[in-house]
């Protein structure tokens, strides 16, 4: 079956300019996630919905950064006046989480997002 | 690609060999863990996972072992395999705080030596 689909796999952009990552879960998978992964780093936590709602956003570095996911499904990730520093592969991933019990985070090959 | 493993403590062993991973977890109230093993240019693939009501864990050629006196996670492989080359984070959660995010672990590249 599908895994977890990110597009773009590459996305090089200008400093200041603005991005729109994007993710496709699993089919029936109501959480979803996105992580962001430095180099030689261990991915760290930006966002996680439960449905359509943004359920924890405490990951999001500053404003620049903001996430959707309108029908449940589909989620992008917009980064606003990019800077060097957000250069990172960005991760999304899937679970079929029922609530009260953790269940396997399934990863996207993420999009790997270079700021010039 | 870049690699992923780049800077990241180092395990090398002979294939057909045996290996340990170890991961020492940061938070006492964690209560579920999980093993992911990580390709050069691909997202984390899921291995295993544990629950904190449990200290030993088996899948197909892996087994998890949960301390949680000292805060201690391994992975053994058992009977590596060229295959095996990656690298390997532990991640904890804490599902008492109300979220299911994971923290990861700094992570270790296995190599296979043939």
């Known amino acids: 079956g599908a895994g977890v689909s990110q597009t773009p796999s590459n996305k090089v952009t200008e400093k200041g300019k603005y991005v729109e990552l994007r993710c496709d879960p699993i089919?029936?998978?109501?959480?979803l996630y996105w992580y962001r992964q430095s180099l030689g780093q261990g991915p760290e936590f930006l966002i996680y919905f439960q449905g359509t709602g943004a359920a924890d956003d405490s990951g999001l570095p500053n404003d620049r950064f903001f996430a959707v996911r309108p029908e449940g499904s589909v989620s992008t990730l917009k980064i606003q006046r990019t800077e060097r520093g957000d250069s990172a592969v960005y991760l999304c991933?899937?679970?079929?989480?029922?609530?009260?019990?953790?269940?396997?985070?399934?990863f996207g090959n993420g999009t790997r997002l270079t700021v010039t | 690609g870049e690699s992923v493993g780049l800077h990241l403590p180092t395990l090398s062993v002979q294939e057909g060999d045996n290996s340990i991973i170890n991961c020492a977890y940061s938070?006492?109230?964690?209560?579920?863990f999980i093993w992911y093993k990580q390709e050069s240019g691909k997202g984390p693939q899921f291995i295993i996972d544990i629950r904190s009501n449990m200290d030993k864990r088996q899948g197909q050629r892996v087994t998890v072992l949960l301390n949680k006196t000292v805060k201690h996670l391994s992975l053994q492989i058992a009977a590596t395999q060229p295959g095996d080359s990656a690298v390997y984070f532990c991640a904890e959660n804490y599902s008492g705080a109300g979220s299911y995010q994971l923290t990861f672990g700094k992570g270790t590249k296995l190599s296979v030596i043939p």
């Open positions: 089919s029936g998978h109501t959480a």
């Open positions: 938070n006492s109230a964690s209560d579920y």
């Open positions: 991933a899937s679970s079929s989480l029922d609530r009260g019990t953790n269940s396997p985070l399934h």
